[in-house]
């Protein structure tokens, strides 16, 4: 597969050399790689990452640096006539790692390596990989970046946005988006896809344009991308044909607008942004935007005007008369004259029919807001009246890896030049969060329009964007005490939580009214304090959780009646928030407390801040999504979260069942405790669902044809004895394993199972919970997340 250079001309490698020094200013080779080898027309071997990794041989003579700097300033004083050349030393910049063939990328899931697709040349570039999942041999684009600038963090941001947008796809799925700190690179994992219009128009056809039908087909895929970005507040700002890919087999006449690198909000809190009078010139010559080539601030328009210089480009690939030019001067006075229908040869070929989009769009200024159906129907126009062919597709069967190989070099005007406006320097340090007031012992906190407030009592806890506290109502006396949640408002938005808490709160506590949901908090109140710039939730007062009562007050196990008891409490806690339509998501011990005085009986689910509703509005289970970030603790974490996958009621129940094996079984009822590669704690869990079919298929033969006894039969891959109780919980792990994304569990067979195994066991589910009457007055903080593998992720909302 040939290689695709994205940007300009090569540069020499730093040398600091003099003229009697001319050896060391080699130029790269095949064997002698530099920064900038081109690789062009060469199919990358497997010894790319070894030739990439080599120093650069060119080395700096200190000692003539020292002697020229002496001489010239000796000289400088004593000869003014004569004068010096100064050396001015370039900063080296460190190459990509090259990824051979066959080399494996960890990152959720595991990718190989089969062959690189692009190269790059520049700082600001990306290299590209064909790579296959190794699992299910998925095939993948793999896109590689310099961590330090974060492009593709922007891209995988901006992808998972847009993969909502209804119709048909205008861009590449996203699969994974991750690092490798080691090697200070970034990776995007994404759907595949063939050669971009560019290298088609190069290559596949040999220079030629596109027929006319083809041509105005994929002018409207094109506009509905730019449409649909924009539809997020974002500007493409570098639209041309080699910033659309397209599709591979059955998708191949589809048209993906990809290279995000210089996209930009237009919008900030639903306003327009305002236009910033110097902007850094980043694009290409030959399809930039006037207002690009004149350093000043793109909007939707300039996205537009691109778009027509590249769809006039596809049809006639000589109607841009400036093609090939160098003087700016000129390029900006044909660019002026094509923008009203005045080009050179700019109709020859084109339908004079888009004149009124040159217009429209000539008329435009920074913060207009097009109107996109007047341009699809120009081009619905032109096809009505031609009679076009609207699925024409004139690279079919041509877009392989295979068939783009070789040279695709490009003209000056038409490489990506300049310097990026949104580049974030590798100098620069990361932003100091705000400092959070935190409130003292009789402090007060009032919701905005609230008559009475909130006195503190004490701190009881602190997370990363917000606290807890112990409070009582300010018109009330102290014996009736609650816990205040706050949540700051200058924190990203993907990490505030605590308003999808307050909806499940809400719904929870009008089932409590009537009598059921037992193991549900009390809600309070609800309410914003300006002064602290936060939102808060007043809720039940409750004590430690299960971690919390393990680690700090028990330092011990449960035993076998309260770990059958707290199991029985718990799934009615998960069935409970399943009948009101939401998934927890992340159940685990220090999502459970245990309530206070007469409560201290009763278990209480918390923490609702990954909540998500499975049923749409109509009360219809939701569509399986394809792929979901991982949100969670990997501890508990079902394997469809850990395989990024949308979790059902029977994730839940999974975690919940993993929850119940290490109350029961602290020592080896999750043999992946001690685990930290998620890959190998993956690899466990499904051996703890496997052993247990396995076990209850080997005991049906027992009882069939008198085999041996099974007590020492290892219940997980890692040959850890299980005890024999755990190992009696086995045909409902089979059960919960077998159960479908849309299954409805059966609650009722799982409470039932429970109690009998309890008898069975000869566990008497009366007998007083172990912290009964143990729980001193300590104040309850979350000091038991220091003994979890911490919850982490991004919210996929």
């Not at 205008?170 to 896809?193: H, N, Q, T």
């Not at 087909?217 to 700002?237: C, E, N, P, T, W």
């Not at 030019?325 to 020859?348: L, R, S, T, W, Y």
Request: hydrophobic share 35%; glycine share 8%.
């Amino acid at each position: 597969m040939g290689i695709t250079r994205e940007t300009g001309k090569q540069s020499r490698p730093s040398t600091d050399v003099t003229m009697n020094n001319k050896k060391n200013s080699k130029t790269p080779t095949g064997k002698t790689p530099g920064l900038f080898s081109s690789f062009r027309g060469k199919r990358p071997t497997s010894t790319g990452g070894e030739l990439n990794s080599k120093k650069s041989r060119t080395k700096i003579n200190s000692n003539t640096d020292k002697k020229a700097s002496t001489a010239l300033s000796g000289k400088t004083r004593n000869n003014h006539n004569h004068k010096e050349k100064s050396i001015r030393r370039k900063v080296k910049v460190v190459a990509m790692k090259c990824f051979a063939n066959g080399e494996m990328i960890d990152g959720v899931n595991q990718y190989k390596v089969s062959n690189q697709i692009r190269k790059s040349t520049k700082h600001l570039d990306l290299d590209v990989y064909a790579v296959r999942e190794v699992e299910q041999n998925d095939e993948f684009r793999m896109k590689v970046a310099r961590q330090e600038l974060q492009i593709l963090k922007i891209e995988a941001a901006l992808l998972r946005k847009l993969e909502k947008v209804p119709g048909d796809k205008c861009f590449v799925s996203m699969a994974e988006y991750g690092s490798i700190p080691k090697d200070k690179l970034e990776f995007l994992i994404v759907s595949p896809f063939g050669a971009t219009l560019h290298e088609i128009m190069k290559k596949t056809l040999q220079g030629a344009s596109l027929s006319m039908d083809c041509a105005i087909a994929v002018g409207h895929q094109m506009l509905k991308a730019i449409r649909d970005l924009h539809s997020f507040g974002y500007v493409h700002r570098n639209i041309r044909p080699a910033a659309f890919n397209v599709g591979l087999g059955a998708d191949e006449a589809t048209v993906y607008l990809q290279d995000f690198r210089a996209v930009r909000k237009f919008e900030e809190n639903k306003k327009h942004v305002t236009a910033r009078p110097n902007v850094k010139m980043f694009g290409t010559g030959r399809f930039s935007s006037r207002a690009c080539q004149s350093m000043k601030d793109q909007g939707r328009k300039d996205d537009l005007e691109s778009w027509l210089f590249t769809l006039f480009y596809i049809m006639d690939n000589s109607s841009l008369s400036w093609k090939k030019e160098n003087n700016q001067g000129v390029v900006m006075a044909q660019k002026e004259a094509f923008m009203i229908g005045d080009g050179k040869e700019q109709f020859a070929r084109a339908p004079r029919a888009l004149t009124q989009l040159l217009t429209l769009v000539g008329g435009m200024d920074f913060t207009s807001a097009p109107d996109y159906d007047v341009f699809k129907n120009c081009l619905d126009q032109i096809q009505t009246s031609q009679n076009l062919n609207r699925k024409a597709c004139d690279w079919a069967g041509k877009t392989g890896l295979e068939e783009i190989a070789g040279d695709t070099d490009r003209s000056f005007d038409c490489k990506v030049t300049g310097e990026r406006d949104g580049a974030v320097r590798a100098v620069a340090h990361k932003a100091k969060k705000p400092n959070r007031k935190k409130l003292s012992p009789g402090d007060m906190i009032l919701g905005v329009g609230a008559s009475a407030g909130w006195k503190v009592i004490n701190l009881l806890g602190s997370g990363g964007f917000g606290d807890v506290y112990k409070v009582h109502r300010d018109n009330q006396p102290e014996t009736k005490c609650y816990a205040l949640k706050t949540e700051s408002e200058e924190g990203e938005k993907r990490y505030l939580r605590l308003k999808i808490e307050v909806t499940v709160m809400m719904k929870t506590a009008e089932k409590k009214k009537e009598g059921q949901f037992k193991n549900f908090i009390e809600f309070v109140d609800r309410g914003k304090c300006e002064e602290l710039k936060c939102k808060f939730v007043v809720m039940g007062l409750v004590g430690p959780s299960l971690e919390d009562i393990r680690r700090k007050y028990l330092l011990c196990a449960f035993t076998k009646a309260t770990s059958f008891n707290v199991a029985i409490q718990t799934v009615t806690a998960v069935r409970d928030l399943h009948s009101i339509g939401y998934l927890h998501r992340d159940i685990k011990p220090a999502n459970y407390a245990v309530g206070l005085g007469e409560l201290e009986s009763t278990v209480y689910m918390l923490d609702f801040g990954i909540a998500k509703l499975y049923v749409n509005d109509n009360g219809d289970h939701k569509v399986k999504r394809k792929k979901v970030k991982f949100l969670g603790t990997l501890r508990y974490a079902c394997r469809a979260c850990m395989m990024q996958l949308e979790q059902g009621r029977k994730d839940d129940l999974e975690t919940w069942i993993y929850l119940v094996a290490d109350l029961i079984d602290e020592a080896a009822g999750m043999p992946w405790r001690k685990m930290c590669e998620p890959k190998e704690i993956l690899k466990s869990k499904n051996g703890f669902f496997t052993s247990c079919e396995s076990l209850g298929i080997r005991e049906e033969k027992k009882s069939v044809q008198g085999a041996p006894d099974f007590a020492d039969f290892n219940f997980a891959v890692d040959t850890l004895k299980v005890n024999s109780t755990l190992r009696s919980f086995k045909d409902l792990i089979v059960y919960i394993d077998k159960m479908q994304y849309e299954t409805t569990p059966d609650y009722e067979y799982i409470l039932t199972f429970l109690k009998t195994c309890a008898s069975d066991n000869k566990v008497k589910l009366t007998k007083k919970l172990d912290w009964i009457g143990k729980l001193t007055k300590k104040e309850f903080d979350s000091d038991s997340e220091k003994s979890e593998k911490r919850g982490s992720g991004d919210d996929d909302e």
